[in-house]
């Protein structure tokens, strides 16, 4: 149980376009979800929470305007890079959770390559 | 601002033996701790938790250990084997029910 998935899991893009990255979890419901971004050799860090039915929440230093967040649903997160640019590129983790203070269970992730 | 750190960036082990990964963290409210495994090009894996009421938890050939004094969370894998080989992740779960995670270590096992 707890799965989550992600689609798709890579995508090549060019500058100056958007992208939008599916994250669905298939067996339970999930009022939150996380988006994280992880560079080569580097720790996931957490870009936004996003909160079925209202607006998400952006950490310290991620432009909400470039990373759109949308939850439109109990089982459906959505997050579109756009005007994606080159240091864009990097590995789109979503996360979700069957109850607080429970683990996080992860998609696979999406490889964001921006040319 | 708050940060969960490792100690190691890479350990390497011979398969069989036993290995320990640590991690400090710097939140003293945190009262939830997750270990997770990465392996290349996939998202994390939960492998185990604890809660900060526990010192101790065990799991099949894994451990983890919590220091409340020191701030200092330990993954312990017996009898390594080459599935293993990983980047080990703990994570911290603040009061506002983010998960922050530490810098990770990567796992290499040899036979």
């Known amino acids: 149980g707890a799965v989550v998935s992600q689609h798709p899991s890579w995508v090549i893009c060019k500058s100056g376009t958007s992208v939008k990255i599916e994250c669905r979890s298939l067996?339970?419901?999930?009022?939150?979800m996380f988006w994280y971004r992880q560079f080569p050799k580097q720790s996931l860090m957490l870009m936004a929470t996003?909160?079925?039915?209202?607006?998400?929440?952006?950490e310290q230093g991620v432009e909400k305007d470039k990373f759109l967040i949308n939850h439109a649903s109990l089982t459906l997160s959505t997050l579109t890079v756009t005007s994606a640019h080159p240091e864009d590129s990097s590995f789109y983790i979503c996360?979700?959770?069957?109850?607080?203070?429970?683990?996080?269970?992860f998609g696979n992730g999406t490889r964001l390559t921006v040319t | 601002g708050e940060s969960v750190g490792l100690h190691l960036p890479t350990l390497s082990v011979q398969e069989g033996d036993n290995s320990i990964i640590n991690c400090a963290y710097s939140n003293s409210a945190s009262d939830y701790f997750i270990w997770y495994k990465q392996e290349s090009g996939k998202g994390p894996q939960f492998i185990i938790d604890?809660?900060?009421?526990?010192d101790k938890r065990q799991g099949q050939r894994v451990t983890v250990l919590l220091n409340k004094t020191v701030k200092h969370l330990s993954l312990q894998i017996a009898a390594t084997q080459p599935g293993d080989s990983a980047v080990y992740f703990c994570a911290e779960n603040l009061r506002t029910d983010k998960l922050i995670f530490g810098t990770g270590t990567r796992l290499q096992v040899f036979p």
């Open positions: 996360s979700a959770r069957t109850f607080s203070n429970s683990p996080l269970h």
């Open positions: 604890i809660r900060s009421n526990m």
């Open positions: 067996d339970f419901q999930a009022t939150t």
């Open positions: 996003s909160n079925e039915g209202s607006k998400a929440t952006y």
